[in-house]
């Protein structure tokens, strides 16, 4: 069992940053895949990043050079870091666990956490 605790959600302006965090209980932490979602109201839920237990990252083409995943494996967290914001981020931010680390990062996940809202005003 996997569980996972979103915070560092809030209201910013558009160009400011953010940083979610992630605190994953359990201890196949270090081999899964970890990502961050998002969903915005009205729409489905999308990937938005994702970090393999080697390291590799992936994002979404519309956060390419904004947003920064990252992990630390020694403290079982991963971070999103959020800059040059824009209304269109406005969302409730997902963190998921996928138990088997494997290269199609965008589906598969395990467990999810409750969510934290990123709200983006322009």
């Known amino acids: 069992q996997v569980q996972l605790v979103e915070s560092g959600g809030g209201l910013v302006q558009a160009g400011g940053s953010l940083r979610l965090s992630c605190a994953a209980s359990?201890?196949?932490?270090?081999?899964?895949?970890m990502g961050w979602f998002r969903q915005a109201p009205g729409k489905e839920r999308e990937f938005v990043a994702a970090i393999r237990s080697g390291g590799n990252t992936y994002y979404r083409d519309s956060v390419k050079g904004r947003f920064t995943i990252s992990r630390d494996n020694a403290k079982n967290t991963v971070s999103l870091q959020m800059n040059s914001l824009k209304p269109e981020d406005t969302a409730v931010y997902y963190c998921?666990?996928?138990?088997?680390?494997?290269?199609?990062?965008?589906?598969?996940?395990?467990?999810w956490g409750q969510g934290t809202q990123v709200t983006v005003s322009s």
């Open positions: 998921a666990a996928k138990l088997r680390d494997s290269s199609d990062y965008w589906r598969g996940y395990n467990y």
């Open positions: 359990g201890r196949t932490f270090s081999s899964s895949t």
